[in-house]
């Protein structure tokens, strides 16, 4: 059983469309994060929920929606995509602040 | 605020011979410190993790890392490397509050190893 997992793995889409990220966690924890990784490798949080509820909102475009239907999910919707928002974004989840994080394995957007 | 620097970008060692990794961090108070590993293509795995008590830290695969207070550091070592442990490696710093905690990651340091 994977305990984080993403889908899709890899997304290639034209500029202006719509696309969303898919998150789920086996592990029962309580904390669910997003991140993204750049050509550089360098990782940004963009987001976290705790108990479905957003406690962490970066600066980021509100192109970028996460959604958390209940504490084992959370989605991440992309509205008008654009070059610039070719990444791996990268899902984790957490059981308060000592546990670390556990990651899924990133699904890779590539706008064209 | 808190940030993690990385100083090696790129780091190429032979097979067989000892590894040290450098990660300096700064934060108000004593954080949580995490080293992680990405294979290529991969996501990130959790090496080892320090919150408190002995400053010397285990971590799966062999690694180890030892937090020294007065010099804001948690360098991540291995007295052997395989081939297999080429990949990137972060070190990160997080908050103790279990609310709004987030873990800041470095640029990370890319190992290679050499024949």
């Known amino acids: 059983d994977t305990a984080v997992s993403q889908t899709p793995k890899y997304l290639v889409t034209q500029m202006g469309n719509d696309k969303s990220i898919k998150c789920e966690q086996n592990?029962?924890?309580?904390?669910m994060y997003w991140y993204k990784q750049d050509s550089k490798k360098f990782l940004k949080i963009m987001f976290s929920y705790n108990n479905k509820e957003l406690i962490i909102n970066e600066t980021v475009p509100n192109r970028f929606s996460p959604k958390s239907p209940d504490k084992a999910h959370l989605n991440l919707h992309i509205n008008s995509l654009e070059l610039g928002d070719s990444a791996v974004y990268f899902c984790a989840s957490s059981q308060g602040a000592s546990g670390g994080y556990t990651f899924g394995s990133g699904t890779r957007l590539t706008v064209v | 605020a808190q940030s993690v620097t990385q100083p090696d970008i790129h780091i190429t060692v032979s097979e067989g011979a000892s590894l040290e990794l450098r990660c300096n961090y700064s934060?108000?108070?004593?954080?949580?410190l995490f080293w992680y590993v990405q294979s290529p293509g991969q996501g990130l795995q959790l090496l080892l993790k320090?919150?408190?008590?002995?400053?010397l830290v285990q971590g799966i695969k062999g690694f180890e890392a030892e937090f020294k207070r007065s010099q804001s550091s948690f360098n991540l070592r291995k007295p052997s490397v395989h081939w297999s442990d080429a990949a990137e490696y972060f070190c990160?710093?997080?908050?103790?509050?279990?609310?709004?905690?987030?873990?800041?990651f470095g640029s990370g340091t890319r190992l290679s190893i050499r024949p």
């Open positions: 934060y108000g108070a004593t954080p949580y």
């Open positions: 320090y919150f408190s008590g002995d400053t």
């Open positions: 592990l029962g924890h309580d904390t």
């Open positions: 990160a710093v997080g908050g103790r509050r279990s609310s709004a905690s987030k873990i800041i």
